[in-house]
């Protein structure tokens, strides 16, 4: 694994050893953010369920003014900051040791990020919390793109009951990226 683009761009990134964290690979990671170009540079980045920390380190590599990690996992949360000091990025990153949900309530005084990058684990329920708290949350505004990495099974019907909506979706042989915005209101 590696960052693909950017100041950054060849170093190799380290990832913790196991199945706790399911690492975004290269291709795919290269395809988002082939898609994202425009939107990186300048941006507030929050990276959700982080695990390396590869994505969010990829957006600074390429421009993002500012990134925050959250991951739970005390091994995977010692790995994105050893990532972001090899990468000579972290003066521009904060690594929160949370859960998301509790990361999200603990940000809730700062202004909206731009990009919001979620992969939680598949097939319990997580995004649903997630989206759920940033329904209540000025975190996610009518410009925030969040994109959701999921399993090519998942469904995205619940998330309008959310006041969220599916816009995009770019599937990959095991799972998707899924971008959601929030639902505009209708006068």
Not at 40 to 51: E, N, S, T, Y
Not at 79 to 108: G, H, K, P, Q, Y
Request: proline letters at 4%; one cysteine or more.
């Amino acid at each position: 694994m590696r960052v693909i683009a950017g100041t950054a761009r060849s170093l190799p990134l380290k990832c913790i050893e196991g199945l706790e964290t399911r690492p975004t690979t290269d291709r795919i990671k290269e395809t988002l953010f082939n898609m994202l170009q425009q939107d990186i540079p300048g941006c507030r980045f929050l990276d959700l369920f982080a695990g390396s920390g590869a994505i969010g380190i990829e957006a600074l590599s390429r421009g993002a003014g500012e990134a925050v990690f959250v991951e739970n996992h005390r091994k995977a949360y010692a790995c994105i900051r050893e990532n972001l000091r090899f990468t000579r990025l972290a003066d521009r990153s904060r690594v929160l040791l949370s859960d998301a949900v509790s990361a999200l309530c603990r940000l809730e005084r700062e202004p909206a990020f731009d990009i919001i990058f979620m992969d939680p684990p598949y097939d319990q329920g997580l995004e649903q919390q997630v989206i759920h708290a940033l329904a209540h949350s000025a975190l996610a505004d009518s410009h925030t793109t969040i994109i959701l990495e999921t399993s090519k099974k998942s469904e995205d019907a619940w998330m309008e009951a959310y006041g969220f909506t599916p816009w995009k979706v770019k599937s990959y042989k095991t799972n998707r990226h899924v971008f959601i915005r929030r639902t505009e209101e209708k006068d």
